[in-house]
Nanobody, 126 residues
Framework: QLQLVESGGGSVQAGGSVTLSCTAP????????IGWLRQAPGEEREGLMC????????NYVDSVKGRFTISRDNAKNTVYLQMNKLKPEDAGVYYC???????????????????WGKGTLVTVSS
């Protein structure tokens, strides 16, 4: 069964750090570009970052540059989102999503990802 599973969410104080993980029970991620997206309360889902199978990275928003890092460990079939210096406005549900393996690059528009996880909630208290 095709699944993407996010984990690592929780509550953190502003200025703190959290690392999210995206795993794929049942299939290997190593041929897919994988992105992280976020949906804040009352907001539309926005793309944050994406990493393709070569390790090339796209940043979709400026708000997380210098604070968030995306990485992948194909041996562990996992893509990570390291989040540092968290702000209250970083709170939301974080999703990972994949692009089909026929497309090597991360998409310019993350909405074209073909499969999504169910998300993990991150809350940031001030």
């Amino acid at each position: 069964q095709l699944q993407l599973v996010e984990s690592g969410g929780g509550s953190v104080q502003a200025g703190g750090s959290v690392t999210l993980s995206c795993t794929a029970p049942g299939f290997t991620l190593d041929r897919n570009a994988i992105g992280w997206l976020r949906q804040a309360p009352g907001e539309e889902r926005e793309g944050l970052m994406c990493i393709d199978r070569r390790g090339d990275i796209i940043n979709y928003v400026d708000s997380v540059k210098g604070r968030f890092t995306i990485s992948r460990d194909n041996a562990k079939n996992t893509v990570y989102l390291q989040m540092n210096k968290l702000k209250p406005e970083d709170a939301g549900v974080y999703y990972c999503a994949r692009r089909g393996a026929q497309d090597i690059d991360c998409p310019r528009n993350p909405s074209v990802m073909d499969f999504w996880g169910k998300g993990t909630l991150v809350t940031v208290s001030s």
